[in-house]
């Protein structure tokens, strides 16, 4: 265990340091650059005061991201992140006046450590391939998450001036606004006026450039004809065409979301799927590729990050909470947990109701009397548990072993 514990107050610029004992007296106190001749800084300090590769000097930081982070994991030493609003705390209990420096709060995340290391959990020593996996992942799914963001954009504007377009591509059975065809269509007719001049070669000839649709062409032909020269309100003409042209920024806008997911969405799989755990975790129902890999980037590829799968289950948010006090006792649903993991979760569990197991369960959960949203957290629940278990033997989904009677009633 070592004796002396380090503090970093991380700023975009610089970082402040500092070094205290087992007693809490500061060792040292230094100011780096945030570029390489200051992480050296750093590790020369460290090494002054005992660091070596037998005995690294552990490291609070109040972020788990950056380069400074990601170079001081590279050595093999357990970094702390502490959360903010936690180091407020500490923060007030060391003083009452509300003073606050740099210099201090590297000081006081020092004290965290030598104080309180117990009650904090390290960054996970995930492999290199897993941090990839992660950084694609959350890519993606951020990729996607714009993607929807400039769809709602474009649908709020087309439903000010241009009704014909949301009709044809927008709502329950149509491709949707992100969707290749509806882009192409309103790239080239960005306004109700040019759309009824459409002739049906014309249309045609857009159609093939964009995908295929399941009814034909012949027949998406003569739909989009039929809508386009309907009869709808209309701007002014001048005002129709100035909000054509905003829409033709906004359609350009999507297509750069579109390309985006794609591309990431291809790159994600191809790390994924050379992961070692990829075989495994892709053989549960409901996961597929993409989901896999977020499921991976979540939980990272370190099996001692978790002390048993119930802590895993609590990072998901997949495990209530209890509250009691006095005779009060109320259990509800975790709302500090990873939200990433969460969302893909929900999705997971709602796609492995496909699967016989899993909807048995849920319907159990259901007749019992939970609601539709419980019973699928129950079931997420469910699946992590199985997933930490194959995680740690190496073995692949067993449906019989993870469903079978005498676990569900335990469940």
Known sequence: MSTVYCGIDWAEGHHDIALVDHDGHQLAKLRISDDSAGFHALLELLARHGDSAESLIPVAIETPRGLLVACLRATGRKIYAINPLAAARYRDRGSVARAKSDAADARMLANILRTDRHAHRA????????????????????????????????????????????????????????????????????????????????????????????????????????????????????????????????????????????????????????????????????????????????????????????????????????????RSRVVVARTVKNQRLASTGYMWAFAALRSEHPRAHYDRRREAGERHTSALRNLFNKLLGCLYHCLHTRTLYDSQRAFGPSLALAA
């Not at 044809?168 to 006026?193: E, I, N």
Request: glycine share 6%; hydrophobic share 45%.
């Open 123 to 326: 960054l996970p020593t995930d492999s290199e391939a897993g941090q990839a996996v992660a950084a694609l992942a959350r890519a993606h799914q951020d990729a996607v998450w714009d993607r929807q963001q400039m769809s709602n954009r474009l649908r709020s504007h087309l439903r000010e001036y241009y009704p014909a377009a949301l009709i044809a591509f927008h709502g329950a059975g149509k491709p949707g606004l992100d969707s290749r065809r509806a882009r192409v269509v309103l790239a080239a007719v960005p306004t109700p006026a040019d759309a009824a001049k459409l002739t049906r070669s014309q249309l045609r000839a857009l159609l093939k450039r964009a995908d295929r649709p399941r009814r034909g062409i012949e027949a998406e032909v003569e739909r989009l004809r039929d809508i386009f020269r309907a009869g709808y309100l209309h701007q002014l003409p001048q005002v129709e065409h100035a909000m054509g042209r905003q829409a033709l920024a906004l359609i350009q806008q999507l297509d750069a979301a579109c390309n985006s997911v794609d591309q990431l969405a291809t790159a994600t799989e191809e790390a994924f799927l050379a992961h070692p755990d990829a075989e495994i975790i892709t053989s549960f129902p409901g996961l597929s590729v993409l989901s896999g890999a977020r499921v991976l980037a979540e939980i990272g590829d370190d099996r001692e990050r978790f002390a048993d799968a119930r802590a895993m289950k609590a990072y998901a948010g997949a495990a209530p909470v209890t509250r009691a006090s006095g």
